[in-house]
Each structure stands twice: as structure tokens, then as C-alpha cells.
């Protein structure tokens, strides 16, 4: 199958008219620079057309709570506990269904890869399903049925707080132990060994939810699977108080000294950081995940972005709570929250934005070999409309700076995700993705 592309972001990072990207199976099989006219029979994608979106940081089923946790005043441990409501609703089928239409939505916004970060395992009584990997099997249906490549960040999660034990809801969450946790996660992973869309990875959810001495368990589980290894960290100044108060280390520096940062690492939020937390995270090379949207709805801050990347960590960003599901949106915060914080403008480039929702992403998903528009690459294409009422005058050499400051979401027409066409002229291949989640979000809250 062939692509001519309109104009094209290819590596270095310049954007080039009349691009022929042909496609064999599931790769790029050639790329050709300023072809004037598309070829017979080849598909034409207008406007600017970048990699597929790596999202790497999503809980599917937040999205059931969005515009719901804006009414009235509330904090994070608020917003906590409408999200546990909805937890305790979810069952496989339910799950599937509300899982199935978000990821049709984050493919809609450009998105051809996502981290599903998942602890949500077990029935509301806390006692595992007949297959204890239910509810990840339906992840990982549901993004396959959406057209997505996933990446199950199956996450271990131990405690409520550090020192206490699960209650209510969270019961759904624990394996009892890591030792528990690995052994299920192993099954999981098993039964995903031949699907190159489908990667199982580890997740430590967070200090708070693992102690240390379990932490080098699910370590170790990634180290022997050669899988990413994602945490949420230093979200919230209390988590960071509490990890100093009991165990005399920074959030940072407990998962250094538990083997847990490195190249297959990735820190979810950094959002409070010392001097020191940069450079452990950085001098190991740990990917730092972004969620700009969800940590100003959730008034968690402003994570150092520039200073990490500058001293060797890989940005990345995720949708997280799904408060929005923007890729622009999250990667123009990064610089626009900088701006805001220091009275200065120009942290980041476009073009280097880009490149946090396209190889970083993949790179932290366990898929080196995507976001890039190179031969051998997956072939993952984002076609982004440069008429729209809010893109139309873009000029091709600020394309990208149109792209990245000023589309939406509604503005990617066309996605091709793993060689498969799954979003053409706006609309995704399952159809009516606003009724679906209409539909799996209203059948929650009856
Ligand atoms: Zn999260």
C-alpha cells in the first residue's frame, strides 16, 4: 500500500513535500522525498503527516469520570475516591466495552500505541476472577479492536499508604504480594509472546502501594522479561513527605536504590523533584512521563521537563486521567506551563515537542522501532488537517509549530496504525466512537 503525503515530518526533523511512504504488511517498506504527483492507487494524506502518538501514561477507565470530578470543590484524594466508585463498577464486560471506546477516542486524537497502566485486577470483593488475568486480557482486546499496539503495564500494588494494608475498593488492586503479582504477570506475558502489537511490561504503582523490600520483585520480573518498567512518582508533595518520613529517601531515590531506574525505566509525573532526583533520573537514562492535563486538573504542579531532558532523560507524555484526550494539548503544556512558571518563553521547540509524543513515547513503551518515518519502521502515520479554522494559514516551514501550538485533536484526519488504516476522513473504523462511550460510560453511572 502506498501514502503520498502532502508534506511530511521525516527525520532529522525537517518537513518535506510530496512524500511516497510505502507500506508491506505492517512496516514502512520505502520512503520517497519530493515526489511531485501521488502515484496511481495511492492513498493521498493531506496537511502535515507525522508518526503515529505514542501515549504513554493511561488508565482507560478514568475516562468514565471526566467532567463528572468538576462539580463542587475537591483535591486529588477526593477525585481518589469518585475514581474507586468507578472502579468497583467495572466488571470484564463492562471493562472491555468503556476500554474499547476510549482507545478509539486516543486513536481519533493520533495515538497508535498506548501505555495502559493497569491495576485494576480483581472483582470488587477483591477476590480474583476464574482467569485472574481477566481484566487485562480485555485491556489488550480493546486496544487491538481500536487498532491500537499496546503496551499492559501490569502493576503490582501492595498497600493503601505506605504501612497500611488495602481497604474497600483497593482490595481489587492487590495480589497479596510481589511474589503473587509476578507470577500472574508472568501468565499474562506468556500468552502475549508471539503478538508484536501486544507488549506486557511491570509497573510499581507507586511508594505508596509498594514497600521497598517488594519493589526488588517486580525489578526483577522486568529485568528477566527485558520489559518497560513504569512508576508513578513524586505526583504530589504529601507522597514525598510521607516516602522522606519513612524511609529517610526521596520517592527517586527508593526506586534508585531498588535497581528500578534505567533505560527500560519510566517515572510517571516527576513532578516534585530535588536536584539530586534529576540527577539520578537522568544519569541512568529513566524516561520521565509527562501528563500536563491531568497534573493542572489535579493541581499536582509543574514537573522539571527541560532540566531532565537537557541532563539525559527522554520526555514522554501521557493522557493519564483522560481529563482530555489531546496529544497537542498535552505537549504545548510542557511549554506553556515552563512559560508560566518562569516568565520566560522558549524551553522547547516545536519540533522537539514532536519528538516526545513520537520515538520518546515509543522508546518508553518498549517499542524502539516506532515514531519514526523510516524504512523498517512500524507504520504508523498521523495526517494532521492544516485547513481547519484553527491551522489554515500554516506555511511549510512552521508547519510543525502550527501542528504542536495550534491543532486539536479533530484536527488528525487520518491514522494509519501497524499498516492498518484505522481512522480515514475523521472517522474511526468502529464507527460512532461518541455513542460508544456514551454508551459504556452511561451504563456505569446508572
Ligand atoms: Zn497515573
Not at 470530578?69 to 475514581?83: C, I, L, N, S
Not at 498506548?114 to 486496544?143: C, Q, R, S, W
Not at 522558549?346 to 518508553?364: F, I, P, Y
Not at 488537517?385 to 489554515?392: F, G, I, M, N, Q
Request: aromatic share 6%; glycine share 10%.
Amino acid at each position: 500500500m502506498d501514502y503520498w503525503c502532502e508534506l511530511a515530518w521525516l527525520p532529522p526533523g525537517e518537513v518535506v513535500s510530496g512524500v511516497l511512504v510505502t507500506v508491506d504488511g505492517s512496516r514502512i517498506s520505502a520512503i520517497t522525498p519530493e515526489t511531485a504527483d501521488p502515484p496511481p492507487g495511492a492513498v493521498v494524506l493531506r496537511g502535515l503527516t507525522t508518526p503515529g502518538f505514542a501515549n504513554t501514561h493511561s488508565h482507560a477507565f478514568h475516562r468514565a469520570l471526566r467532567g463528572r470530578t468538576q462539580a463542587d470543590r475537591g483535591t486529588f484524594w477526593t477525585w481518589r475516591e469518585q475514581m474507586y466508585g468507578v472502579a468497583a463498577r467495572l466488571d470484564p464486560d463492562s471493562y472491555l466495552a468503556l476500554a474499547r471506546a476510549t482507545f478509539a477516542e486516543m486513536a481519533l486524537a493520533g495515538v497508535t500505541c498506548v501505555g495502559e497502566f493497569h491495576y485494576l485486577h480483581h472483582a470488587a470483593d477483591g477476590k480474583p476472577y476464574d482467569d485472574p488475568n481477566v481484566m487485562g486480557h480485555a485491556l489488550i482486546t480493546a486496544a487491538r479492536e481500536a487498532g491500537l499496539r499496546i503496551t499492559l503495564l501490569d502493576a503490582c500494588y501492595l498497600t493503601g499508604g505506605i504501612g497500611t494494608a488495602l481497604v474497600g475498593t483497593q482490595r481489587q488492586f492487590g495480589d497479596g504480594d510481589a511474589v503473587r503479582w509476578a507470577a500472574r504477570a508472568e501468565d499474562l506475558a506468556k500468552a502475549y509472546r508471539k503478538t508484536p502489537e501486544v507488549e506486557v511490561g511491570a509497573a510499581i504503582h507507586s511508594v505508596r502501594a509498594v514497600p521497598p523490600e517488594q519493589m526488588t520483585v517486580v525489578v526483577e520480573f522486568a529485568h528477566q522479561q527485558a520489559s518497560p518498567v513504569h512508576a508513578h512518582v513524586s505526583e504530589q508533595r504529601r507522597e514525598n513527605e510521607a516516602c522522606v518520613e519513612a524511609y529517610s529517601a526521596t520517592p527517586v531515590q527508593l526506586l534508585h536504590d531498588r535497581g528500578a531506574l534505567g533505560p527500560r525505566a519510566t517515572a510517571v509525573h516527576a513532578t516534585h523533584l530535588s536536584n539530586v532526583d534529576i540527577a539520578l533520573l537522568s544519569g541512568s537514562t529513566t524516561h520521565v512521563c509527562m501528563c500536563p492535563t491531568t497534573e493542572r486538573d489535579l493541581a499536582d504542579g509543574i514537573g522539571p521537563a527541560r532540566a531532565l531532558l537537557d541532563a539525559g532523560s527522554p520526555v514522554t507524555i501521557g493522557t493519564d486521567s483522560q481529563a482530555v484526550i489531546d496529544v497537542f494539548e498535552e505537549l504545548r503544556a510542557i511549554e506553556l506551563d515552563e512559560r508560566l512558571a518562569t516568565g520566560k518563553r522558549g524551553h522547547w521547540q516545536a519540533r522537539e515537542l514532536l519528538n516526545v509524543a513520537t520515538a520518546a513515547g515509543h522508546a518508553s513503551l518498549g517499542f524502539p522501532d516506532a515514531g519514526f518515518l523510516v524504512p523498517g519502521a512500524w507504520a504508523d502515520l498521523v495526517s494532521i488537517r492544516l485547513d481547519s479554522v484553527r491551522t489554515a494559514g500554516a506555511s511549510k516551514p512552521t508547519a510543525v509549530e502550527s501542528a504542536v501550538f495550534a491543532a486539536s485533536a479533530a484536527d488528525v484526519h487520518s491514522v494509519v496504525s501497524g499498516g492498518r488504516r484505522i481512522v480515514a476522513e475523521g472517522r474511526h473504523m468502529l464507527g460512532d466512537v461518541g455513542g460508544m462511550l456514551a454508551d459504556s460510560i452511561g451504563a456505569l453511572h446508572e
